[in-house]
């Protein structure tokens, strides 16, 4: 096994953390599910990129997940429904691994990270009112503290500090960035 799948295997080992309840109102709970893959060449996570017709977040680079629905009976089975809603990957693909700190974003959602193993093959069917491209970057680039680099934007007229990567022509940013380099930080 590589030093990749030693670090991924520490997660295994840990507890998830229970869902907080005492959080304020306007604060909505979403789940993403960052999907890691062997390939024979080493360990890849998967990405999509929001279609550019939706009306929050268009063209960026994410995660599969979304906004917890009344019927979700957890956190965890949110990002496994959005998931297969998203790219038709079903919660039997899918392997929870551990739970990553999480974070609030800039729109008032407290993102709850999972993440997961998909058993190869696997059948992409993606939803194209959702998802205008599918692709997978090397986890060893994306583990490399090195490639994150601090970013200045503007929101509500005010600066926020955000970080970002470049990786094979995809330029991930916000949020998805922010729990890529947390996990490299724990990797370090």
């Known amino acids: 096994m590589d030093r990749a799948g ?4 520490r997660f295994v080992l840990q507890t998830v953390h229970q869902e907080r309840t005492d959080k304020p109102s306007q604060i909505r709970d979403a789940a993403v599910i960052i999907p890691l ?16 017709q939706l009306r929050h977040h268009p063209g960026q680079i994410c995660f599969p997940g979304g906004r917890k629905d009344s019927g ?16 038709g990957i079903p919660a039997s693909q899918v392997d929870i691994i551990g739970e990553l700190a999480g974070g609030q974003t800039l729109t008032g959602y407290q993102i709850h990270p999972y993440l997961a193993r998909l058993h190869t093959p696997f059948i992409l069917s993606p939803a194209q009112a959702e998802v205008a491209a599918v692709f997978e970057l090397p986890l060893s680039t994306l583990l490399d503290i090195r490639n994150y680099h601090s970013l200045m934007i503007v929101r509500n007229n005010k600066p926020h500090k955000i ?18 380099y947390q996990l490299a930080k724990q990797y370090g």
């Open 6 to 9: 030693h670090f991924l295997n």
């Open 37 to 52: 893959i062997q390939r024979p060449e080493g360990w890849f996570v998967l990405f999509t990129q929001r279609s550019w």
């Open 163 to 180: 970080i970002g990567l470049t990786v094979n022509g995809w330029f991930v940013w916000g949020a998805t960035a922010r729990m890529l």
């Open 72 to 87: 979700d009976s957890s956190l965890q089975m949110t990002g496994l429904r959005e998931m297969e809603e998203e790219l």
